[in-house]
């Protein structure tokens, strides 16, 4: 066992702005507009789509400016989608507050084709008192029985009860699965910890042949390993937020996911408070979302993420992060335009600029103007002078082609972009337990937060991972503090923590590709009182960073 304590480290974190104290959007006024969802026409534990009705009662709830979105004890079934994408996807609702029984109401998804909720552009709305799950697994188990290492193929017998690989939600989801430990249920965690897929085809009773992009992939793999084969890339989140405020999420209980669990962007002030991601009682199942647990992106403020679990994730528990924008053209030391992309700027905002290769900084500044320009570009006035920029390389010609399709800014060369106002600064991650993820506990590229009094339990990434990542998402971080967390077991896959380069707690600056970075950006961490049981190999990792 090994016990850390920093307590003389003296680190000034002005910067943190404390959520916890955010409390769950006021439903004042909203007790006498309660719109049951059972009168709008949803039968409870009958194999009926209740969905429309779910859809009506949330409309009406809008309409009449807010209210209570009531489900009664019982399973709701959710059979269609007004949009192809999510069950129910409200835009611009504003007090609207959804909710059903404590430990008795379910919402069952029968397609993993579809999401359950969405918010967009919505304000002082709640999700609370849920169980949901999927009636067909967004996944397939079963057990390999046979391997041709040569061919770099193995046979992949599915478990009854879940869905084999001609399903329609296969053919659009990604190609990848994850070996499983053949006494826990729990990832393997020797050699690789995921095996992408080419291709599959039938070749016996509920028996495929799974060809590997890389034949060397079935190295990680032996006859009588269990396995999963994922149906997550292009298949929804099941919860959504998008450019929301005041958002909360409590007493939640999910036990699948076709996706990230939770998608959270561009918004503010978001909470999750007992918010469980976890398997049901006597279940078969090996995992349970397909994606990270919360995925946090570009957030104004927090988000706060109190009392939650999750266990049995296939990515990350908790992963924050913004994009950036690059620099498309440098005007002078206080005028830059840039390529937007998935980044809301305002007057008044801090940003950082920065060169991805040795993850340098170049400075931070506060916008003073704002000049939208072709292309989804804007022209962007600084108070403070920043010297040494360098623009971007203009893409190729061929992809500004007319029907190209646009896939956001790409770094050509030069500096990037990241607005600390979007970056989840007051971020409060607090009493959480993580346990048998694939990847990592926390994933953190964003600053000013507070990590404490999490349990981190057998996963096989690193607990708690601060850092840039290289090019695409960031910012590079400073001002987090983690303390009083405890952590047993983590970094168990060979994958990870079996290298060396990784830590039960990890800090490090990055340059592009993930390499190490040549500059010591990352700064004022604060590792307080923590602690680490039985790490594989490093209990911390410190990388380049100035603590």
């Given at each position: 066992?090994?016990?850390?304590?920093?307590?003389?480290?003296?680190?000034?974190?002005?910067?943190?702005?404390?959520?916890?104290?955010?409390?769950?959007?006021?439903?004042?006024?909203?007790?006498?507009?309660?719109?049951?969802?059972?009168?709008?026409?949803?039968?409870?534990?009958?194999?009926?789509?209740?969905?429309?009705?779910?859809?009506?009662?949330?409309?009406?709830?809008?309409?009449?400016?807010?209210?209570?979105?009531?489900?009664?004890?019982?399973?709701?079934?959710?059979?269609?989608?007004?949009?192809?994408?999510?069950?129910?996807?409200?835009?611009g609702a504003v007090g609207v507050h959804i909710t059903g029984v404590k430990g008795r109401t379910e919402l069952i998804v029968t397609t993993p084709r579809l999401g359950l909720l969405r918010f967009d552009r919505s304000k002082d709305c709640s999700l609370s008192n849920v169980i949901c799950d999927y009636e067909t697994p967004p996944f397939a188990q079963g057990k390999i029985v046979a391997l041709d290492s040569k061919a770099g193929t193995f046979d992949?017998?599915?478990?009854?009860?879940?869905?084999?690989?001609?399903?329609?939600?296969?053919?659009?989801?990604?190609?990848?699965?994850?070996?499983?430990?053949?006494?826990?249920?729990?990832?393997?965690?020797?050699?690789?910890?995921?095996?992408?897929?080419?291709?599959?085809?039938?070749?016996?009773?509920?028996?495929?042949?799974?060809?590997?992009?890389?034949?060397?992939?079935?190295?990680?793999?032996?006859?009588?390993?269990?396995?999963?084969?994922?149906?997550?890339?292009?298949?929804?989140?099941?919860?959504?937020?998008?450019?929301?405020?005041?958002?909360?999420?409590?007493?939640?209980?999910?036990?699948?996911?076709?996706?990230?669990?939770?998608?959270?962007?561009?918004?503010?002030?978001?909470?999750?408070?007992?918010?469980?991601?976890?398997?049901?009682?006597?279940?078969?199942?090996?995992?349970?979302?397909?994606?990270?647990?919360?995925?946090?992106?570009?957030?104004?403020?927090?988000?706060?993420?109190?009392?939650?679990?999750?266990?049995?994730?296939?990515?990350?528990?908790?992963?924050?992060?913004?994009?950036?924008?690059?620099?498309?053209?440098?005007?002078?030391?206080?005028?830059?335009?840039?390529?937007?992309?998935?980044?809301?700027?305002?007057?008044?905002?801090?940003?950082?600029?920065?060169?991805?290769?040795?993850?340098?900084?170049?400075?931070?500044?506060?916008?003073?103007?704002?000049?939208?320009?072709?292309?989804?570009?804007?022209?962007?006035?600084?108070?403070?002078?920043?010297?040494?920029?360098?623009?971007?390389?203009?893409?190729?010609?061929?992809?500004?082609?007319?029907?190209?399709?646009?896939?956001?800014?790409?770094?050509?060369?030069?500096?990037?972009?990241?607005?600390?106002?979007?970056?989840?600064?007051?971020?409060?991650?607090?009493?959480?337990?993580?346990?048998?993820?694939?990847?990592?506990?926390?994933?953190?590229?964003?600053?000013?937060?507070?990590?404490?009094?999490?349990?981190?339990?057998?996963?096989?990434?690193?607990?708690?991972?601060?850092?840039?990542?290289?090019?695409?998402?960031?910012?590079?971080?400073?001002?987090?503090?983690?303390?009083?967390?405890?952590?047993?077991?983590?970094?168990?896959?060979?994958?990870?923590?079996?290298?060396?380069?990784?830590?039960?707690?990890?800090?490090?600056?990055?340059?592009?590709?993930?390499?190490?970075?040549?500059?010591r950006s990352i700064s004022n961490i604060s590792i307080l009182d923590n602690e680490i049981i039985d790490p594989p190999k490093n209990a911390l990792y410190l990388s380049l960073i100035h603590i």
């Amino acid at each position: 066992m090994c016990k850390l304590s920093h307590a003389d480290v003296v680190i000034s974190f002005a910067a943190i702005v404390v959520l916890a104290a955010l409390a769950a959007p006021s439903m004042a006024g909203a007790a006498d507009k309660v719109f049951k969802v059972d009168a709008f026409g949803a039968k409870p534990d009958k194999r009926a789509d209740s969905a429309p009705a779910f859809r009506a009662a949330i409309a009406a709830a809008m309409k009449a400016g807010g209210g209570t979105v009531q489900f009664g004890p019982g399973k709701y079934y959710m059979m269609s989608s007004g949009d192809k994408i999510y069950v129910a996807w409200p835009k611009g609702a504003v007090g609207v507050h959804i909710t059903g029984v404590k430990g008795r109401t379910e919402l069952i998804v029968t397609t993993p084709r579809l999401g359950l909720l969405r918010f967009d552009r919505s304000k002082d709305c709640s999700l609370s008192n849920v169980i949901c799950d999927y009636e067909t697994p967004p996944f397939a188990q079963g057990k390999i029985v046979a391997l041709d290492s040569k061919a770099g193929t193995f046979d992949l017998k599915i478990d009854e009860g879940f869905p084999e690989l001609d399903a329609p939600f296969f053919l659009q989801g990604g190609e990848w699965g994850m070996p499983i430990d053949r006494n826990e249920r729990h990832p393997k965690y020797v050699g690789l910890d995921h095996v992408w897929a080419r291709s599959w085809s039938k070749v016996g009773d509920r028996t495929w042949r799974v060809v590997c992009r890389n034949r060397h992939n079935t190295r990680s793999l032996a006859v009588g390993d269990r396995y999963v084969q994922l149906a997550r890339q292009k298949n929804p989140t099941i919860f959504g937020l998008w450019n929301c405020t005041n958002i909360a999420m409590t007493d939640i209980v999910v036990h699948a996911s076709p996706g990230i669990t939770n998608g959270v962007v561009m918004c503010d002030a978001i909470v999750f408070r007992r918010f469980q991601v976890r398997f049901r009682k006597g279940t078969s199942r090996l995992i349970t979302s397909n994606g990270d647990g919360i995925h946090v992106h570009g957030n104004r403020r927090g988000p706060v993420i109190e009392d939650c679990y999750f266990e049995g994730i296939c990515d990350d528990g908790v992963n924050l992060n913004s994009h950036m924008s690059p620099v498309v053209k440098v005007e002078s030391d206080t005028r830059i335009v840039v390529d937007r992309g998935p980044v809301i700027f305002k007057v008044g905002d801090r940003i950082q600029i920065s060169e991805p290769d040795t993850a340098k900084l170049r400075g931070t500044a506060t916008i003073k103007a704002i000049r939208p320009e072709p292309g989804n570009r804007f022209a962007l006035t600084l108070i403070q002078p920043i010297k040494g920029i360098k623009p971007n390389r203009p893409p190729p010609a061929d992809a500004r082609r007319p029907g190209r399709r646009r896939r956001g800014p790409r770094r050509r060369g030069g500096d990037v972009v990241y607005n600390l106002n979007s970056a989840n600064a007051g971020f409060v991650i607090r009493g959480n337990t993580f346990r048998l993820h694939r990847r990592h506990g926390l994933l953190i590229r964003s600053g000013g937060g507070l990590i404490e009094k999490n349990l981190f339990d057998n996963i096989c990434g690193v607990g708690i991972l601060v850092m840039n990542g290289g090019a695409l998402e960031g910012p590079i971080a400073s001002n987090v503090v983690i303390r009083n967390n405890r952590l047993i077991g983590v970094g168990q896959s060979r994958h990870y923590g079996g290298t060396g380069r990784f830590g039960a707690i990890m800090v490090r600056t990055n340059g592009t590709g993930f390499k190490l970075a040549p500059e010591r950006s990352i700064s004022n961490i604060s590792i307080l009182d923590n602690e680490i049981i039985d790490p594989p190999k490093n209990a911390l990792y410190l990388s380049l960073i100035h603590i």
